[in-house]
């Protein structure tokens, strides 16, 4: 008996140690009261301990019984949504890590008091795990479990050192334990020394270090350096803006037939964090634009080429040559690409998102051509076509696909960071000025930076905030600052704009064979605009790269052939410098509701339990078999039945708002009952309904991007709902619409719009 005694008393150690170091990676995910819980896990392992010394099946009635004692004083539903809750934190961090955007589940319902319930269970059954592994020496299962609890932590990038250290002395020592049999010195010893080390090693590992970030982005510079080759340019990174011109080495070779200016557009940023140009984050593409790029790419639509399409539909003069490159010194990692360059010779796989194009291939590529139909003239001055106001058939799908990226569009790259409205207002609304469009805000734009702002090659890089000095006057700046300016500045009036570096070639740098030799003192940065309907062009902010006014007006008049060697005017106008001028309630909770739980029996509740879990796992299952059933049945099915299901959705979706929707029957009485919901947009319903019609009365199968549209409106529906309750929506949840039957008839082909 003493033996047993000592065994239990060993396992209950090994076990709080376990559970402490579980405690403090669990609560790098879960923001919580962790002390409640501390507190809680060790009364739960002390109880469990006694009752595994007088039966073992005892532990199971109070790890049950606890967890059905919770439950029911907090109630079935809060639970369910705490561990939903839970389910939350994993999925917010997995957002912040990947740069994600995975929904969450009903954020709006769910409440720390739900999550701390649902807290309170997991630790219950994590203390029963513990306790019951080490008891029946499964120190195997432990470390298995363990490590994959250390790399699901990892993966999220939530690392707690103190708790990893925990856990690591909790497997050696316990497995010290299983060899012996008993706790002896040795093990106390061995103990001590691991808590000693590890302690040790975990509070340096614990802070950030910044030398070992910095060894990390060295190392990683240097393998891309060896891949692709370095130049000047600096990729988005402000500090190093001051070396954009620093020497005279030649970086690429360019061979034309035309003589005009071009734009080789290599980096492109689209935010801008700590003096770094950055992508925008993964979760931009997805959400409702989830899928988005692929299927314009499908549509032969894509931003890489979207001005040659514009071209050919607007059938402008054959401005087009073939323009070839040379990579000698220049970085590899892009292929330097002019605007306006045809979709047939745009390598698809060398397309990045909607950005620009990098090159394949371990070391990049060296050798390349394109055609190219850019005009002689500025983007600025680049006129609509009237087509864009009366399209045909060829030019309305194109208008389409252009329609909905444009909406992408305008949502991501109009942002203005948050540290520079303020000082940008005070810069650009200092005068006032006839907003008439695009190009008199770039006049306006330009004006205000060529009489405020400084130019200069040689610029302070030290600053905390660069960009932020250099708008405020207090320091000078070259092209990369004018161009991440003005890339601010355009979105400040909500035109979609985006800083871009790569190579400028003058056609006065090109020879009478139609070769220029481009040095470091032509790497250029500039920004991007998007003008509706043609795409991204190039607009340039910087003094000295753009025409004057006077040269603008005469270039309207000039027929393109007499634009082909018009310079660049210098503008040489100097600035002015500017001198620096939720636990607390939850025991509370318990005593209240702590009176009715004393009415049931722990026996049947255990039971209940169980049944309910089993119910729900099974539905899941259930659920998901459904789900990729459907999923693939509707990818295979007609588009008729297509059509006909997500028509049935819609009907199905309506009901829970309390509406009855028949085909053609009170469309305008549902859109204007929807928009004062505030579910969707007034007309957006009406858009629905004329899909429908068209396919079920005229017949007309539907396009690819008519179905997304639908599937949208279902997809708004469904988060939007109010009003059901929370068993209502359990209810739909694991019921939509008879999964099976309409599974079967998609697949038989037989699905009905009725």
Known sequence: MEHKKENLLGCFLFSMIGFIGFLLTYHQLVSLNWLIELFFGGISLAIMTFLFYKKKYFIYFYTFGISLLIAFISSFKSIYYGFFGIINYFISWYNVRYEDAINLFYEKMITNYDIQMASFIVIAFVCLFLLYSLYQKKVIRLVVVTLIWMALLLYLNRINYYGYSLLFICLITSDMYYHNGIINKRIFHWLIIFVICFGIISVPLYQENITIQTIKKEIESQIEELRYGKDTLPQGNLIKAKDIHSDEITRLKVTVSKKKNLYLKGFVGSRLIDNQWIDLKRASYNGKHEGMLPWLEKQNFSQSYQYDLYQQLSSLEDTSQTVKIEAINANKKYLYMPYGTTQKTIPKNNISKDLNLKAGGLFGKQN????????????????????????????????????????????????????????????????????????????????????????????????????????????????????????????????????????????????????????????????????????????????????DVYTLMNMVSSPQGNQNDVDIQKNQKASSQVDDGPSGGVFQKLLENIKDVSMVSIGVLTGLILLIFILWLFLEIRKYIYHKGLSHAFKHATVKDQTAYLYRLVVFYL????????????????????????????????????????????????????????????????????????????????????????????????????
């Open 368 to 547: 390349y051509s394109f055609k190219e139909e850019s005009s002689f003239s500025p983007s600025e001055l680049t006129l609509g076509q009237d087509w864009l106001n009366n399209p045909n058939t060829k030019q309305q799908k194109y208008l389409e696909h252009e329609a909905i990226y444009r909406q992408f569009v305008y949502e991501q790259y109009t942002k203005v960071d948050k540290r520079y409205k303020t000082p940008l207002k005070q810069l650009l609304e200092q005068e006032d000025f006839e907003n008439t469009g695009l190009y008199s805000i770039c006049q306006h734009i330009r004006d205000v930076m060529s009489k405020n702002l400084n130019y200069s090659d040689e610029i302070n890089s030290e600053r905390e905030d660069i960009l932020f000095d250099f708008l405020q006057q207090k320091t000078s700046g070259n092209d990369v600052l004018f161009a991440s300016l003005a890339t601010e500045a355009f979105r400040y009036y909500q035109i979609p704009a985006r800083y871009v570096e790569g190579y400028y070639v003058k056609s006065s740098d090109i020879n009478d064979h139609g070769i220029a030799t481009i040095a470091s003192k032509n790497a250029h940065a500039w920004v991007e605009v998007y003008f509706d309907g043609m795409g991204w062009l190039p607009v340039d902010m910087t003094p000295g790269y753009y025409y």
């Open 655 to 754: 009901k829970t708002y309390d509406i009855d929707y028949h085909l053609g029957l009170n469309n305008e009485q549902i859109d204007e009952q929807l928009s004062l919901m505030e579910v969707i947009y007034n007309g957006d319903f009406l858009r629905i309904c004329e899909l429908f019609e068209k396919s079920f009365y005229g017949e007309i199968a539907l396009q690819e991007y008519e179905l997304l549209i639908i599937a949208h409106f279902i997809d708004v529906l469904y988060k939007n709902q109010r009003g059901l309750k929370w068993y209502e929506r359990i209810i739909k949840r694991y019921t939509v619409m008879s999964w099976r039957r309409i599974y079967k008839e998609l697949v038989k082909g037989r699905l009905q719009n009725g």
